[in-house]
């Protein structure tokens, strides 16, 4: 049940409002100030590791390899512009977060993954829907866990389950970015959850064993979409002019 009710906010996410789509390098049309409005779209995201392991008694990050995401990452904002300059945003969002593990000195690879329901809190400022900044607060709730073990390039286990207690339950991450022109948008984020549970414990062959004990990961995400910070006004033809922000 839970799994289904997640799948459909996934879905609403991807459509968004198919109406309000434009070209990543067209120009936005521009709600006025002091009014709700909505954007959607996806991020591109890198990312790596910030590794402490004491379990393999090596230096701390080694062994992180960087991970790129393009999909599934579906995101949608809701935008309230104090004034030209100063806005406040807020969103829902499905987001692939996860890294990939070299365990020095051997030929062993781990992948883990987590698909997360992302809440976003954040400021703006600069000139709306042009070139800005944005900084902010994002929560994490994992909700699909999937695990990979390679040995010598060939994959030997494979685990996936929903709700794992694998992770940890909330992931709190600080995010940064900017908007260049055409509505690019470039995000710094950094997760300071470490992404598994270190009490988490299983029996394999009738035996107890913790395999995320001494792990520890934050995760660093750079993140490219567009428009996720030009939205258009809700109601208005693809066609019809943009009404003129006012200026500072």
């Known amino acids: 049940m839970k799994a289904s009710a997640l799948l459909?906010?996934?879905?609403?996410?991807?459509?968004g409002d198919l109406s309000a789509q434009v070209s990543?390098?067209?120009?936005?049309?521009?709600?006025?100030?002091?009014t709700f409005?909505?954007?959607?779209?996806?991020?591109?995201?890198?990312?790596?590791?910030?590794?402490?392991?004491?379990?393999?008694?090596?230096?701390?990050?080694?062994?992180?390899?960087?991970?790129?995401?393009?999909?599934?990452n579906p995101r949608a904002l809701i935008h309230w512009d104090a004034s030209a300059r100063l806005g406040f945003f807020s969103g829902l969002g499905i987001r692939n977060l996860g890294f990939i593990y070299d365990v020095p000195?051997?030929?062993e690879r781990f992948k883990y993954r987590a698909y997360t329901l992302s809440l976003p809190l954040g400021i703006k400022a600069g000139r709306m829907h042009e070139v800005l900044a944005f900084f902010g607060y994002d929560l994490d709730l994992p909700f699909n866990y999937r695990e990979k073990r390679y040995v010598g390039g060939e994959r030997v286990d494979r685990s996936?389950?929903?709700?794992?207690?694998?992770?940890?339950?909330?992931?709190?991450?600080?995010?940064?970015?900017?908007?260049a022109p055409y509505g690019i948008n470039l995000t710094l984020k950094y997760t300071f959850t470490n992404f598994h549970n270190t009490g988490f414990r299983d029996q394999?062959?009738?035996?107890?064993?913790?395999?995320?004990?001494?792990?520890?990961?934050?995760?660093?995400?750079?993140?490219?979409?567009?428009?996720?910070?030009?939205?258009r006004e809700r109601g208005r033809g693809s066609g019809a002019p943009a009404p003129t922000m006012p200026r500072s």
């Open 8 to 15: 459909t906010i996934a879905s609403l996410l991807v459509l």
């Open 204 to 231: 394999v062959d009738g035996m107890i064993r913790e395999p995320y004990a001494g792990l520890r990961a934050d995760l660093v995400c750079l993140s490219l979409n567009w428009g996720m910070h030009a939205g």
């Open 37 to 72: 409005y909505l954007t959607n779209g996806t991020e591109w995201i890198l990312s790596f590791p910030v590794l402490h392991v004491s379990r393999d008694q090596v230096p701390a990050g080694r062994g992180g390899i960087v991970r790129f995401t393009p999909f599934f």
């Open 24 to 34: 990543p390098f067209a120009v936005p049309e521009r709600p006025k100030v002091r």
């Open 105 to 107: 000195g051997s030929d």
């Open 160 to 179: 996936s389950a929903w709700f794992s207690d694998r992770t940890r339950h909330l992931l709190h991450s600080v995010m940064l970015g900017v908007q």
